[in-house]
Structures are given as C-alpha cells and as structure tokens.
C-alpha cells in the first residue's frame, strides 16, 4: 500500500517500550471508531473497535481509548514489537461500515 | 481462507487509456469496497456494495469511474479514459454483513497513469 510517506507523523520507540498513538477526529454523530494497521505493501489490518457507549477496550497487547467529551481517539500497543512497525490509521463512522479514514501515524520501533 | 484477491497488483498505463482493476471477495461475505490511497488524500471510499447492489457511490471521482459486481465473487473498478492524476493505489476490501467496521482489505492494485 501506498502509505503517506514524508507526511505522515513519526513515533519512534525503543523495542519493549509502550506505544500510544493518537487520533482526533472531527465528526460528532460517528459512534464507532476503529484502529487499523498497514505494512509496507500491504493492506490495512483492522486491530481494534470501540463503540460510543464504551471509553476503554483491550485486546491483546493493544487498549483503545476514547474520550467524546474531546473527540480523541488513542491506541496504546504494550512491550512495542519490531513487528509492529507499520503505519496506524484511527478511522470513524456513523454508522458501521462506512468509514472514513484519518491521515495515519508511522511507528518505528528501534532495536 | 485466501482473502480479498485484487489484480492486477501493478498497473502502468498511458493517459487516455481504460483501466480495469478486478476483485475477488472472501468467499461468503456479503459486502465489497473499493478504496483508493494517495499520498494527497490518503485513504478515500470511493463506494461500497451490499448483495451486489451498489449502496454508496458518492466517493467516486467523476463520470470516468464506474464499478461494477455482476455477482458476489468478483466486482470490477473501471476507469475510462484514465489520466495521471488516477495514480494511485486501489484497495478492495469485503465483510460480512454491515454492523461491522472490521473490512478485510487485499493487497491493493498499484496503478500509475503516464
């Protein structure tokens, strides 16, 4: 996939460090958020959701967290990973399926 | 499960010509969307279908796009005639259902228009 390259916002952390990538998003009446992940080449991977009625999700490694009050969205990744390099999207919806897809964020994670 | 399928992955044309991306869903799945991703505008719907009936096409650029899904195992991305500024990256993605945001995306169909 073509990701926005030397546009795109840069993290950089060190391999075991926690990772917390951030979003806002601008659309009062989405009530479904959702982080995705895209390697190199690849298409985005969804990771994790969370609805409106929520302010916190975990999965495995990975917690979103939403605050409304704000419109900010954020996905922390636990022990960061060489593997979890990639560039992050946070996407938002009114309504399920139709999503629109924020800018993206480059992780680097450094050995 | 071999996924979304796109072809062709890379594509190189000259302006003026038509363009034709295909797409295979994940078997099942009942649900197809096309995405286009620029550096300028990152990632874009450009429309989606449910049962084969085009739902939203309110992304697509103009009247040189159409797509097309004869049945539920392949839809089409047609541009006709293309220009440069189509270059880009075209993604297929499908789900089941509708009350999901969890879109399994193919590996994307690179198309660069001189």
């Given amino acids: 996939g073509e990701n926005v390259g030397l546009h795109l916002p840069t993290l950089s952390v060190q391999e075991g460090d926690n990772s917390i990538i951030n979003c806002a998003y601008s659309n009062s009446a989405s009530d479904y958020f959702i982080w995705y992940k895209q390697e190199s080449g690849k298409g985005p991977q969804f990771i994790i959701d969370i609805r409106s009625n929520m302010d916190k999700r975990q999965g495995q490694r990975v917690t979103v967290l939403l605050n409304k009050t704000v419109k900010h969205l954020s996905l922390q990744i636990a022990a960061t990973q060489p593997g979890d390099s990639a560039v992050y999207f946070c996407a938002e919806s009114p309504r399920y399926s139709k999503l629109t897809f924020g800018t993206g964020t480059r992780l680097q994670v450094t050995l | ?114």
């Fill in chain 2, 1 to 114: 499960d071999a996924g979304v399928i796109q072809s062709p992955r890379h594509e190189v044309t000259e302006m003026g010509q038509e363009v034709t991306l295909r797409c295979k869903p994940i078997s099942g799945h009942n649900s197809l969307f096309w995405y286009r991703q620029t550096m300028m505008r990152g990632l874009e719907l450009l429309i989606y279908f449910n049962n084969n009936v085009p739902i939203d096409d309110s992304g697509m650029p103009e009247d040189r796009f159409s797509a097309k899904m004869p049945n539920a195992s392949f839809s089409t991305l047609k541009i006709q005639p293309s220009e440069p500024r189509d270059s880009a990256v075209y993604f297929c993605a499908s789900i089941v259902g509708t009350n999901t945001g969890e879109l399994f995306f193919g590996e994307g169909s690179r198309l660069t228009v001189l």
